[in-house]
């Protein structure tokens, strides 16, 4: 067997066993075999957000939590897009430069519709 293989092979082998390992402690001295296997009434209630729920579940909310949340997704993954990109700045042609250019650009005019369409104000 090639030495890298080895190495890889007992680092797999070693992480397989003690993730066994820690599952069969778990597994052991878990609240199941220790006492009452049946949870009580507070252990069973439903709990969010620090509060008890109220109202029906299926009534309408405001799209706004919607789109922010959809807004921060997008500026997330620009960053993730973004930050290797710049690591390698000095490496890459002008064809790469442009492409993340024109990323950003489609990017800052979703950022401008939403702007303009009332998408970033608080009511």
Not at 25 to 30: C, D, K, R, T, V
Not at 52 to 78: S, W, Y
Request: charged share 15%; proline share 4%.
């Amino acid at each position: 067997m090639n030495p890298e293989f080895k190495t890889i092979f007992y680092s797999t082998l070693l992480g397989v066993g003690i993730i066994l390992l820690l599952v069969s402690i778990s597994f052991a001295l878990g609240n199941s075999r220790i006492g009452s296997t049946r949870p009580d009434s507070e252990k069973s209630s439903i709990y969010e957000c620090g509060f008890d729920p109220f109202g029906k579940i299926r009534t309408p909310f405001a799209i706004k939590f919607v789109l922010v949340g959809i807004l921060f997704m997008i500026f997330d993954i620009e960053v993730s897009f973004l930050f290797p990109w710049s690591i390698v700045f000095n490496q890459l042609n002008l064809f790469s430069f442009w492409v993340v250019y024109t990323f950003l650009v489609i990017l800052s005019l979703g950022l401008a519709y939403e702007w303009l369409k009332g998408g970033l104000e608080w009511d």
